[in-house]
C-alpha cells in the first residue's frame, strides 16, 4: 500500500523558511521521480518542483530560486527547502511520485504539510 506522508509545514513569518519532508512508502522509491505541489485556498492544486530518481531538481518559474528539492532514497524520502517564505506561498503542500517527464500524480495524495506564511 502507497502511503506519501509530508511533514514540516506551520506558520512562519515573511522572510523565513521551512524545510518539508515527505516519506514514501509502498513502492520502490529510488526508481521514481517525485514532486512537490501545492494548494492555496480556493485554488487548484499546482506543481512545485521534480526531482529525478538522479537527484536533478526542476522548479516552477513563480518559485525557482527560492526553492531547492532533494531525496534521500535510502530513507525514501524527498524534501523541499523553501526560503523567503511569502504570503502567497500560504497552502497545503504535497508530494508524489509521477511518471518520466510528466506531473500528473501516480499515486492518491497524503495528507499534505500545510505551510502559512504571516506577521
Partial sequence: ??????SG????????SLRLSCAASGFFFSTRVMCWYRQAPGKERE????ISAGG???YADS????????RDN???T?????????PEDTAVYY???????STTPLYSWGQGTQVTVSS
Fill in 9 to 16: 509545514g506551520g506558520l512562519v513569518q515573511p522572510g523565513g
Fill in 47 to 50: 506543481w512545485v518542483a521534480t
Fill in 56 to 58: 536533478r531538481g526542476n
Fill in 63 to 70: 518559485l525557482k530560486g527560492r526553492i531547492t528539492i532533494s
Fill in 1 to 6: 500500500q502507497v502511503q506519501l506522508v509530508e
Fill in 78 to 86: 524527498v524534501v523541499l527547502q523553501i526560503d523567503n517564505l511569502k
Fill in 74 to 76: 535510502r530513507k525514501s
Fill in 95 to 101: 508530494c508524489n511520485a509521477v511518471a518520466g517527464v
